[in-house]
């Protein structure tokens, strides 16, 4: 029963997701309640696993997912995640509580409140995520979703915040993912648990330094680590509710959960805990010194954020049992008085207009109950008894103390780690000094109950759990338990009594509060200081250099003269033929002399005329007619060759062709424009270079006698397995009708293009006035060409026809019907509109290929049956359905052509 | 060899015209080369055997049967691309007044 009760759990918060619109539709903002409510059902299902957690067990649900890649969809609920699922869902329903009056009364939230909602679920998924290929695809979830919300419908700023912020972690994603899919050919399974189960597999491997690298960019760019820590203050230009719950107490947090999950990996051996553990350090005092300079709230608690996540992730990569249960505190405490100063300081900036520090004064004599959140919160931060944030801190200064490693290492680390905290100290105090001392300024209120709850919720349990922090003890030791694989003996307490640690906490108070009480002269020291790059500066150069040199790369493609970019390809194209020909002409046979007719001798002068003739005619009636007898001789080439279906497909496409070509013609002046003379000499050397190439490689290529393996197979099997004795249809409806569907799909997207193309376009001007001739005509042949399209659609399996042939004496039927009256009458003839056609045949050849999966067999396998007809027999392929599902398309296409390029009248 | 000059002279024919301007000459530029291509892929089947691929119809040695379903697909195909382009002037000669792009750089 546990396991399905994870399962419910995403899956409730999943149904959330869905259900947001049609909440925000009916409620407006209050959606919130209802959404905080299913997060809350959502925390309760998992209560049941969560006993089993407590007492040392692992929940898992594997699923059937990806077989063909051995990957399945396995979620697991142990200590580490269990934490986290508890902040993800009991944050996010403050989060959504809050949300509720934070947002504006009169506009419409359909698309915040699912996006808040899906990237709940994507950051839930993530920290029970049994498999690595599960972890990756929710760790992207979360992070598409935070640019989503970023980006907003905000303008230009926010767009440019949110690309920074998702370019930064999506290159990070894409360094995880390979990391990931590194690690999992390297272990030979995915799951996680039999990975770090034996993490001697994948730490003891020749690859090991490239795969932890490479999760350890996704981890560092995810959790805003220096020097990739710049696109966490960008991302404040979110609302706040987000910035609350993705950029403070939940998505930024999945690095540091990735790095605590691979803890055995990392404590394998290596330099690995100590690159984490400073780089961690190093972003927390950063972090911290760059958020003293701050005067914006929400500027500062970015920056107090990226502080904190250095400071978690050093815990995480220190790894002991001890200093990952103290990480467990911190996140908690981190999550508790963060979430309260973001959601403060929406409301200070909703009601008093400001978020600048230097005016929030005396804020205790207008918003006494917001000032005491306020101050609840920032005490928690900066560290001070009995509040979590104190007890989390002195627990991790012991950890940092016996920090395992060389001698140097353990004493560095906790003095890096209480200099970042006494920095902590001070801003804290500022905030907290802020809100209460001072002459007030301005005529401020508090806000409404409903609106200062939630904040009021979080700052109040963080002093609970400080007071009561031997509650946290089962949770933090069972997440600690992740570093051996049992349970930790955790011993989380407001007093140990004098210890190392507790002496570490008070020189941290004392010299934070020198901090804070010296701060105008901090304030001028710190003036001067900048880093020597901004990262987002040095990032956005980057960025704007990559989009330059792909401009510049695809300038001479993109040229408005088509000329310019088609000689390019023609030019490739002639360099990769004569390349081919110098590789490969040693191992080609000498060409078979022989085997020519004088027919095709003849038909080969002739179109050396023709083509010439249709390169060179000035007037466009004489290029087409010139075309057309080109086409016409095609046709009699492929005769000679053998192919009767080609022949006629050409001599049908041909005429078409030149139909349309004459109603576009109708629009354009008589004869081409002239070109230049140096331009007609380039291009006639570039025709020459292109033709002799075709031709040497022509002659070189084509001259073997043997049949192709494929092509004998196919003669052979065509009449007895497909039940066909034309070949080629066989080829086309059966063995490969795969091939044929993308084909007729491309044909499918080229036509509604077509009809996007000229849909802009007036057709006022009428059709030539028809004949009585060719009205007559029209009249007389239509019936029989019809009877003929469908005499050649049936017999294609068995002789020259099929869909293709068929649609286009349809075609012709339609030019025959357009000549007589326009459009007009081909819509008398064919009432239905082309797209239905083409969305017809298109489904019906998609269908016919499901139709071969329900029954047993292959997606697009057919089947043939005999009918018994009186004394004759004969057989009846199920493939000729897909050849009317082709003959819809073209057809569609077709008549798509003549609506676009005719007149409405006749 | 009489296969070589066939593809050679439409495959140059094509280049010139889809060097010229005004999309309509591109137009049928592409359709020379369609047609070098699909005569080119035609041949490649071998053209000493010549019988007709349907079975009991040939008197000789039937044609391989592969490279003409390839063909003729590509035919249908080229016809869709050849109505794009001319769709393509057909919007030029709205917006123009011509089916020449290079007015406008």
């Known amino acids: 029963m546990s396991p399905e009760l994870v399962g419910l759990s995403l899956l409730l918060l999943s149904g959330a997701a869905l259900l947001a619109p049609l909440l925000a539709h009916a409620l407006g903002r209050d959606a919130g309640y209802p959404l905080a409510a299913l997060f809350a059902a959502a925390l309760a299902v998992l209560a049941v696993p969560a006993t089993a957690v407590l007492d040392g067990e692992r929940v898992v649900l594997s699923l059937q997912w990806a077989p063909g890649l051995d990957v399945r969809f396995i979620l697991a609920l142990d200590g580490l995640s269990l934490l986290f699922a508890i902040l993800v869902l009991a944050i996010g329903a403050v989060v959504m509580l809050y949300s509720a009056r934070y947002l504006s009364p009169d506009a419409r939230h359909a698309r915040f409140y699912t996006l808040l909602t899906l990237f709940a679920a994507s950051m839930l998924g993530l920290v029970l995520a049994g498999d690595v290929m599960v972890l990756f695809v929710f760790w992207e979830l979360t992070s598409v979703t935070s640019f989503l919300l970023i980006g907003g419908r905000g303008g230009g700023e926010a767009r440019s915040a949110a690309m920074r912020a998702f370019l930064v972690t999506g290159l990070g994603g894409l360094a995880l993912f390979a990391g990931l899919v590194l690690m999992s050919i390297t272990a030979g399974t995915g799951d996680m648990s039999r990975i770090l189960a034996d993490p001697g597999v994948v730490a003891g491997s020749s690859l090991a330094p490239l795969i932890l690298a490479l999760v350890l960019a996704g981890a560092f760019t995810k959790s805003a680590q220096f020097p990739f820590h710049f696109w966490l203050p960008g991302a404040m230009v979110a609302p706040t509710p987000v910035s609350t719950y993705l950029h403070a107490a939940t998505m930024v947090k999945a690095g540091v959960y990735l790095v605590a999950r691979m803890t055995p990996l990392f404590a394998y051996g290596g330099p690995w805990r100590t690159i984490i553990v400073l780089v961690g350090l190093v972003t927390a005092i950063v972090g911290a010194s760059l958020a003293l300079k701050q005067y914006d709230l929400k500027a500062l608690l970015a920056y107090s954020t990226v502080s904190q996540l250095g400071f978690l992730m050093a815990l995480a990569g220190v790894g002991t049992s001890a200093a990952l249960a103290a990480m467990a505190a911190h996140v908690l405490a981190h999550a508790l008085y963060k979430a309260t100063l973001f959601m403060v300081v929406g409301i200070i900036d909703r009601e008093a207009g400001s978020r600048d520090i230097r005016q929030l004064t005396g804020l205790r004599k207008a918003m006494p109950l917001t000032a005491a959140a306020t101050g609840l919160a920032a005490l928690s931060m900066a560290g001070f008894p009995p509040f979590l944030g104190f007890v989390s801190k002195e627990e991790a200064f012991a950890a940092f103390l016996a920090a395992p490693g060389p001698g140097w290492f353990a004493p560095t680390a906790a003095a890096m780690a209480a200099a970042s905290a006494s920095l902590t100290f001070a801003y804290g105090a500022r905030i907290f000094d802020g809100a209460f001392e001072g002459p007030l300024t301005q005529e401020l209120f508090d806000p409404r109950r409903s609106f200062l709850l939630p904040a009021a919720l979080t700052a109040l349990t963080g002093l609970a759990l400080g007071i009561g922090v031997g509650w946290l003890n089962p949770v933090a030791g069972v997440a600690a338990g992740v570093a051996t694989g049992a349970p930790a003996e955790v011993d989380l307490a407001l007093w140990h009594g004098f210890t190392p640690a507790l002496a570490l906490a008070t020189a941290m108070v004392t010299l934070g509060f020198v901090l804070f009480r010296f701060r105008q002269r901090v304030d001028r020291a710190l003036e001067p200081v900048h880093l020597p790059a901004s990262g987002a500066r040095l990032f956005d150069r980057v960025y704007d250099a990559t989009l330059a040199a792909g401009r510049a790369s695809a300038a001479p493609f993109t040229s408005g003269v088509p000329a310019a970019h088609l000689g390019w390809v023609l030019a490739s194209l002639t360099a990769a033929g004569v390349a081919a020909w110098l590789v490969w002409s040693p191992q080609t046979p000498a060409p078979l002399t022989g085997g020519e007719t004088g027919a095709d001798q003849v038909v080969a002068a002739l179109l050396v005329l023709g083509a010439a003739g249709a390169a060179l005619a000035r007037s466009r009636t004489g290029a087409v007619a010139v075309l057309g007898i080109v086409g016409f001789l095609v046709a009699v080439v492929y005769v000679l060759l053998g192919g009767p279906d080609l022949a006629i497909t050409q001599l049908l496409v041909e005429t078409l062709t030149v139909a349309l070509v004459v109603l576009v013609f109708r629009r354009l002046p008589q004869a081409f424009r002239a070109v230049g003379r140096v331009r007609r000499s380039g291009a006639a050397a570039a025709a020459v270079m292109v033709g002799a190439v075709a031709a040497l490689g022509t002659y070189a290529l084509t001259g073997r006698r043997e049949i192709s393996e494929a092509g004998a197979y196919f003669l052979r099997a065509g009449p007895d397995e497909a039940g066909g004795r034309n070949v080629v249809n066989t080829i086309l409806v059966d063995f490969r009708a795969l091939d044929t569907l993308g084909e007729i799909t491309v044909l499918a997207v080229a036509a509604v293009g077509v009809m996007a193309l000229a849909a802009a376009v007036r057709r006022d001007d009428g059709a030539p006035d028809p004949s009585l001739m060719l009205r007559e005509a029209a009249r007389v042949l239509t019936p029989g060409m019809i009877l003929l399209a469908v005499y050649f659609l049936l017999r294609g399996h068995d002789a020259p026809g099929g869909g293709f042939i068929a649609a286009l004496i349809a075609g012709a039927t339609l030019v025959l019907q357009y000549l007589s009256g326009g459009v007009r009458r081909v819509r008398s003839l064919l009432p239905v509109p082309p797209a239905s056609l083409l969305g017809a045949g298109l489904l019906l050849a998609v269908g016919y290929g499901a139709a071969g999966l329900l029954a047993g067999g292959e997606f697009l396998q057919g089947a043939i049956w005999e009918v018994e007809l009186g004394p004759a027999s004969a057989k009846l392929a199920a493939s000729l359905a897909f050849d009317v599902g082709v003959f819809l398309v073209v057809l569609g296409a077709f008549a798509a052509y003549l609506h676009a390029f005719g007149s409405e009248d006749g | ?105």
Request: negative net charge; proline residues 4%; hydrophobic residues 55%.
């Open chain 2, 1 to 105: 060899m009489t296969a070589a000059v066939i593809v050679g002279i439409l495959a140059a024919a094509g280049t010139y015209l889809v060097l010229q301007r005004g999309l309509v000459r591109i137009a049928l530029g592409f359709v020379l080369l369609g047609h070098a291509a699909n005569v080119l892929l035609v041949v490649s089947g071998g053209i000493h055997r010549r019988g007709v691929p349907i079975e009991g119809a040939a008197a000789g040695p039937a044609a391989d049967p592969l490279p003409q379903a390839f063909t003729l697909t590509a035919i249908v195909i080229g016809f869709g691309m050849t109505a794009f382009l001319l769709a393509l002037a057909f919007r030029a000669s709205r917006d123009l007044g011509d089916d020449d792009l290079e007015d406008e750089s």
